[in-house]
């Protein structure tokens, strides 16, 4: 065909309206547009997934980085080693160092003289004296347990001179400066028998002190300088001294005073332990005689850890252990002591202890020159140092506990600095239990403070694990079967109109702040619970039987009254029976308390199965937080049985099943993967709890699954603790530690629930 016949026939064609051709523009447009959207919406779920990731990632690391000093290993350093030609002969008895709170300034006495130098180069530090120089011919020296730096230096005629170190600092032009001074009292004798001192003891106390020495002839002597007896403030003080006993010469190793100078604990070279009890000076007792369990050791260094509780022994084979008192069933007073835990031995005899002003860790040297550092909770030995290769004749922990300056033999000086900031947690102390001072058997105990500055913090996580537990599970145990139930009844049996009142109703439950729900708990229901218990039993027996008769009741009524029930009849007669049950059971109070309890179901309940009732215990949490709980709950379950396709629900009543039958078998198989996800919800929900826990029980860290006592939860532990934790300190890093645990916990339930959930979702597809 000719090119101009086919140009005349495409101009013979109809044109296209204008309106069609804007209209498929138009549908064009709409399609990019929502072609656009569609990868923008994609984009925006992707973004916002992954910023739930990384934000998820950020808070575990962020826990993590908090958590992770608590596990670092101690170290140390050396700071400053210089000489000192102070000393003439080695293991001098009448020796003590020091060295102040900043590490900046140490000292060294020397048979009543005494030496600053300049940490860490070692320069001596002139200072004024502001008394004579002392002129006796010192043989001891004794250093009081304490903050300050009081010592006692006995002479050889049967004096000692209070002496004590002042590390002063002060400061100019924001540049700190130590001012080193060194007062001394009167001497005062305590050596009735001017014989001369062997073994020197002391301590200050509020009243005076107290000196314990042994004499050269090996008679013990007890002196104490009290506050005079007479009504004038200016009574002069009194001196008291008493003979404890007399041991044959070198039978007494080391002796060691209490800070309160009420127990004496003497070593002695046969391997014994001698228990004087002081508390009554004038009626001085020697209660108790231990043994070490190698008769052939020879005890050669003893001190009392901070708090006096516990004792340290070491001995010339190198072991170190601690003693402490543990109470038994009918002892009498004082407890006697116990072996209760041993360290890494050193490799020569024990020389000195020093125990931490902070903690329950000390120091230990011996005669090669090994230092160990050792912590008595944990029981564990944290730090091996070499400090030369001389006998180390001299030690001091630091104040802060940061570093410690030693003295050998060989006149080297050392000071070095420690960096041990939690020693007191290991994963033993967290989660096994721990033998701590004053217990007869190891336990779990969390209990983070106290009025002293002595005690020994207890850091064990399970009773607030088990806390966390129980407080969900008691909860879980009065929400699940009441949500689950009546998301069953509304999305299966109830009329579409009364659904559409009681579900948004339910759900608003869900709203109500917790704060408000533990403060209700606590004030209004837990002193009502005291008051109604009773009741609450009789109704959790009545209730069940009551609504199993209405039930039973309702199936021979008329058959158009049951009609009547779609539009909520049955419903408002259930709460009718209901209400009366309730009613009936208040009333009666008195009654079911006589008739079940014998008239006290608090003294019932302890004297049949030993049980206390607190007011505020898991009864009051289960109902407060299961109400908190409830609504979730329900509202997910409700909302997967209502979306179980109703074609299927149809035709299984068309094949002639009945609605129990068409429930059981179909809808509950069909919706079991959107139940146990509201299951698992409301599971995380309650464990992560805290106001209500918070506010309605007693917040105290048990191990008792009583419903009648209280307990405390991770959760609520950190509301409580925080505010009062130090930063960076122990227990601001442990309190994180619960953070990271509930965070894992939560995190592997959840997951674990999605994994379950997707199972039986892909194993029920075809309902």
Known sequence: MPPSDVTAQIDDLPSVPPAKTRFVAQGRTQRKMRALLDR???????VGGLATILSIMGIFLYLFKEVAPLFI?????????FQTNMIEQPMDQALAIGIDQYQEVAYLIHKGHIEFFQVPSGEPIPYEASQDPITENIVAVAHSAGRGHQYAFGT????IVPVEVGLTPTFHND??????????DTPIRVDPTESGIATLAYQETEAGFAVVMVSQSGELWLTVLGEGE?????????????????????????????????????GMSDGRLLHWNLQDPDLPQLSHTYLLPNASDRVTALSFLLGDRSLIVGTNKGIVSVWMPVPTEGSGRPIPYKLVRSFTSHDGSVTHLSPSRRDKGFLSTDSTGQMFLHHSTSNQTLLEMRVGDAAIQGLMFAPKANGAVAFNADGTFHVVNIDNAHPEVTTETLFQPVLYEG?????????????????????????????TLKGTMYAMLLAVPLAVMGAIYTGMFMSPQLRGIVKPIIEIMA?????VLGFLAGLWLAPLLEQIFPAVVGMLILMPLTVTAACIGWQFMPRSIQIRGQSGVDLSVLMIVLFVTILGCLMLNTSIESWLFDADYKQWFRSVFDLHYDQRNALVISMAMGFAVIPIIFSISEDSISNVPKHLIAGSLAMGATQWQTLTRLVLISASPGIFSALMIGFGRAVGETMIVLMATGNTPILDWSLFNGFRTLSANIAVEMPEAP?????YRVLFLSGLLLFTFTFVINTVAEIVRQRLRTKYSQY
């Open 73 to 81: 290993s101690p170290e140390s350093e050396s700071q400053a080693t």
């Open 175 to 184: 540049i700190r400066t130590i001012i080193p001074t060194m007062t001394h």
């Open 727 to 731: 930063h960076g300190g122990t227990l």
């Open 40 to 46: 923008i919406a994609t984009g925006v779920v992707w």
């Open 511 to 515: 709203a109500l702040p917790s704060v």
């Open 230 to 266: 007479g009504l004038m403030l200016v009574d002069e003080p009194v001196i008291t001294q008493t003979r404890l006993a007399t041991y044959p010469d070198g039978q007494v190793t080391t002796l060691a005073l209490d800070s309160l100078a009420e127990t004496l604990m003497i």
């Open 439 to 467: 217990y007869a058997n190891p336990e779990y105990i969390w209990q983070s403070s106290s009025g002293s500055d002595e005690f020994e913090p207890k850091f064990g996580m399970w009773p607030l694990i088990f806390g």
């Open 156 to 159: 050889d005629d049967g004096h």
